[in-house]
């Protein structure tokens, strides 16, 4: 079992943490949340003043932040986390962070010595208590290797996508094909409505026809047909407006860094922005049916 330094303790880092420390891995946390740490230790991590505290002497650091930014500040500025850090320690980012930022992490970790991944998730909150993350993996085969039985206490599918960056390649690929297809999904059902086709029976034709897909069977907009879905709870989250339109503006800046044509993914930021923009960046990202019907 490993010494563990866990720096992000939000709603999932914290019981990201719990799971490792179920587990059986000791774990050393920190967040600027002083709340979130005293949750982290009411798990049974032991709580550390600051970053570079939490990674003093551990074998592997683990990060789960909000943006590119804050992993650069842990890592390399501010708290200075690699340079703490032992030759040789395992360093897994499982934030969802911008691609050139990854990239640029794991060179700056193999400068100093040390293995890194970038492993953004999918799974939500709900994946993040259950222990059935799926984690992305991008970095050397050997980082991979070494970070696959860590992630395992936190996940149930875990991918080595490829190099460096392959992880938040994988992740934004996905993301903007899920907001493409949820978008979709409302779109169809939208106009059903207005043909006063009922949407159970939608529902049935589309779920096993060619329009079938997760957005319409796991996580359907409409309220009825999918009862476990966000519509059936006045579209509490879930996973948010809010990070759908970040997931989605970093497609778009590696469209656009790489020359990429995403003409959906486009107009999919601009339909989410909008919507997050009228005040709705706290619902579940299927609410975009509403903004969609002009409900
Ligand atoms: P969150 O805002 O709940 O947690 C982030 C935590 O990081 C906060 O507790 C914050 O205080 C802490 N933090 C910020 N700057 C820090 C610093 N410099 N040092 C230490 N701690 C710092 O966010 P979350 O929902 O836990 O998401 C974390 C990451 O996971 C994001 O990149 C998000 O895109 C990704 N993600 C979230 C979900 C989801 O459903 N919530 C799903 C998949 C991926």
Redesign the pocket.
């Known amino acids: 079992m490993a010494q563990i330094g866990f720096?992000?303790?939000?709603?999932?880092?914290g019981p990201m943490v719990a799971n490792l420390i179920a587990a059986g891995h000791s774990v050393s946390a920190?967040?600027?949340?002083p709340d979130?740490v005293a949750r982290a230790v009411e798990s049974g991590a032991t709580p550390a003043d600051n970053?570079a505290a939490a990674a003093n002497g551990v074998e592997v650091v683990i990060t789960?932040?909000?943006?590119g930014t804050?992993v650069r500040?842990?890592m390399t500025e501010d708290d200075a986390v690699m340079d703490v850090l032992g030759k040789g320690a395992l360093v897994i980012d499982?934030?969802?962070?911008d691609v050139p930022t990854a990239r640029d992490m794991i060179a700056e970790a193999e400068k100093r010595g040390l293995e890194m991944i970038d492993a953004?998730?999918?799974g939500?909150?709900g994946g993040a208590g259950a222990g059935t993350l799926t984690f992305m993996c991008g970095g050397t085969a050997s980082a991979f290797g070494r970070a696959e039985p860590v992630l395992q206490a936190m996940g149930k599918n875990i991918f080595h996508a490829g190099d460096a960056g392959a992880g938040q390649s994988a992740k934004v690929c996905n993301n903007l094909m899920l907001a493409i297809q949820m978008i979709a999904v409302s779109e169809g059902f939208g106009l059903a409505e207005k043909l006063g086709l009922n949407a159970q029976k939608l529902f049935d034709i589309s779920s096993t026809a060619t329009a079938q897909c997760w957005a319409m069977t796991s996580y359907c907009p409409v309220p009825g047909p999918v009862p476990t879905s966000p519509a059936n709870n006045d579209y509490a989250a879930g996973?948010t407006v809010a990070?759908m339109l970040?997931d989605l503006k970093l497609s778009q800046e590696v469209a656009s860094i790489t020359g990429a044509n995403t003409p959906l993914g486009a107009h999919a930021t601009e339909l989410y922005d909008a919507y997050a923009t009228a005040g709705h960046e706290g619902l579940d990202f299927s609410a975009i049916i509403r903004h969609i019907t002009s409900r």
Do not use: Y
């Not at 789960?64 to 943006?67: C, D, N, R």
């Not at 499982?94 to 962070?97: E, G, K, P, R, Y």
């Open positions: 720096i992000g303790l939000g709603n999932m880092g920190f967040d600027i949340s979130a970053a789960m932040l909000p943006a804050h500040s842990v499982c934030s969802t962070i953004p998730v999918s939500g909150v996973f990070m970040k």
